[in-house]
Each structure stands twice: as C-alpha cells, then as structure tokens.
C-alpha cells in the first residue's frame, strides 16, 4: 500500500503545493489536510509546509497553532506520529509545544534567501534514516524570523540527547544558536527544520536533490511499521 | 466596560536586532545618549462589565497562551 503523508494548508501556506509534490516524486502518496478541517484522513505522516500563515500576525505560526486541524494532528504527533514542520511549519510546532524553543528575527534583520550547507546530526527520526550522520546537504533557506533560541538548558539538553537535527555547515545565516537548522522531540517522532528540503528534489529546479532523503526516509519508516 | 492593557516584551536575555536597529537609527539622529531600545508590542483589550480579579486572573492565561510566547518573552498586565 503506498505511503499516504499529509500536507496541511493554513490561510498564507506557500509550499503546500512543493511539499505535496515532494512527495509524490519520493513515491508517496500527499494527501492535502484544511486547516478547518478537524480530520487527519487517516494519513500515515504528516508535513507542515512554509509560508506566512495567519499573515504571521502576532508571531509566526502563533495563531496556526488553534487550528482546528491541530486539535487532532496534536495528541497525534504525541501518540508518534511522524510529522515534519518545515520553515513557518516549524514555528507552528514550536507555539504549539511539540517541539522546545522558538523562532525569533533573523540577527541581519533581512530575509534570507538562499541555498545554504547543512550537516545532518541524527540520523534516528523517521524523516532523516536516510541520511548518513555528518553528511552534508544543500537546500534552501528563505525566511525572515530563522534564528533558533531557546534557554541554555533547553540548548544543553538537545545538544546532549542528540536532538539536533542539522546545523548549518557554513556561515551561521541567521543567529540561530549554536548553528541550529532542525531539531527533534524526545520520541524523534517530530521533526523541524528552518530551511526547504522541498525546493531541493530535483537538480533543474533546484540547487541539489538532496531535500527527496526526508521524504524517502518517511516513507521507509512507514513501511516498516 | 473596562479596558485591559498587556504589554509583552522580549525576555532580557533574548537578542532583539530590532531594538539595536532602532537605537543606530537614534545616535544617527543624534540622540547619542540612547544606549539601547527595546522594541515590544501592547495589547488593549475591550472588557465587557469589569476587569475584577477573575477577569484578570483569565487575561493572563490568555497571556501566557496567545498573547505572548513565554518561551521568549514575558508580559505585565494592567488595568488603567
């Protein structure tokens, strides 16, 4: 049976449709999810795309978070879930507690945009077995509130778990803390990630097809489930 | 009616590169002596009947909730 992997559309989703398309290319099968809509379909994962949800009125993702769907994708992604937020979708998993920390300014101020390096750090969330642990990646980055905080123990303690996803291999872009591009929840169940895998599935449109590893490795873990 | 003032700023020891833009536009104006700005957001909120202990005790849940992310930021409330 194929994977079928959820791809939720809040009012200002942009990259619902590249998620989606993601995918498909990995041999998926993307169910859209409506934000109003109080069902997960039955999905065997779920994606949280980027864009500017609720118009990142008040703070980004801040009022995506009481969306009717997440009354239902919440204690879902509790129960395990694999749920990847990317970029405006891993501020949304922040407010909404599933994953600690949150997203603040860019330190430049500006909107960045552009390919960025990063080292994948665990290799043990559904969404990253793929990935060898040190590999390095390109895809893209593009957003104005990117830089990682959290507390110094919060810090301490994902750095120490090994709940560091990826961290920026070059340059740090946007003041994130110690580097950090994604992180997991405790189970790993729960992945976010500031830049798009989903705009790096194909070497014509994009700068590598190095993003399709997340959504092959989700459709790994499905399988063997 | 009362009105209910929330006011949410940035935790101390979180980086606000907002704030320091807004102070090097200021010592640009020529207001040197304006070490440092922080920059935060008010909330007025509308009340309908009074704003007694319940009604606030209710407003900073709502603050801790919605109104400001206690992860960066902390917030005073405040009936004027």
Redesign the interface.
Known sequence: MTTRVGVITFPGSLDDKDAARAVRRAGGEAVPLWHADRDLHGVDAVILPGGFSYGDY??CG?IAR?APVMTELVPAARAGLPVLGICNGFQIL??AHLL???L??????RFVSKDVRLRMESTATPWTRQFAAGQEITVVLKSGEG?Y???PVTLAELGARGLVVARYAGANPN?SAAGIAGICNEAGNVVGLMPHPEHAIDALTGPSADGLGFFASVLLAAERT | MARVVVDVMLKPEIHDPQGEAIASACRRLGFGQILGVRQGKRFELEIGGSADDAVMARIAELAAELLANPVIEEFEIRAP
């Open positions: 008040l703070r801040a009481f922040c407010e600690p920390g949150a603040t300014r860019n330190s430049g101020l830089a905080m959290a507390g003041g």
